[in-house]
């Protein structure tokens, strides 16, 4: 059991793998991956991957659980998730949390910055 946040980190990286911009484009293209972002609410003025799911980092477990009245029937454990948040540290411990949940394709795009510098689209807050 990790005692500190940087095996916290070792592990949850060890876990998730972390993909590419294009890796990411593909599995929601073609295999309806679910991209949640597990940024704090003000951070989405900065924008969101188009079609994410926000689910802050502190309500991902609710969300993900389908025993609890808090679930968002977008978790499905058999579909893929890539999990991103401002830099990757966030997403990282998120995927692993999913993964002990019983997710199978867990992935970790990093930071919502690194996808919108790289080509990636962006959906503005209304």
């Known amino acids: 059991m990790a005692s500190s946040v ?7 990286n060890a876990a998730v ?32 991957v188009p079609g994410a799911v926000h689910v802050s980092r502190g309500m991902l477990e609710f969300r993900a659980d389908p025993e609890t ?12 998730v890539i ?3 401002a830099s990757g540290g966030r997403s990282a411990l998120a995927g692993k949390v999913l993964k002990d949940f019983g997710y199978r394709k ?5 930071g919502f910055k690194e996808w919108a510098e790289a080509g990636g689209e962006v959906e503005k807050p209304a």
């Open 6 to 12: 940087k095996e916290l980190m070792a592990e949850a």
């Open 17 to 48: 793998p972390r993909i590419s911009h294009e890796e990411a484009r593909r599995l929601m293209a073609e295999e309806n991956a679910l991209v949640v972002d597990v940024r704090d609410a003000p951070e989405l003025q900065a924008g969101k």
């Open 69 to 80: 009245p808090y679930h968002d029937k977008s978790f499905e454990k058999e579909r893929p």
């Open 83 to 85: 999990v991103y948040c």
């Open 106 to 110: 867990v992935f970790n795009l990093g």
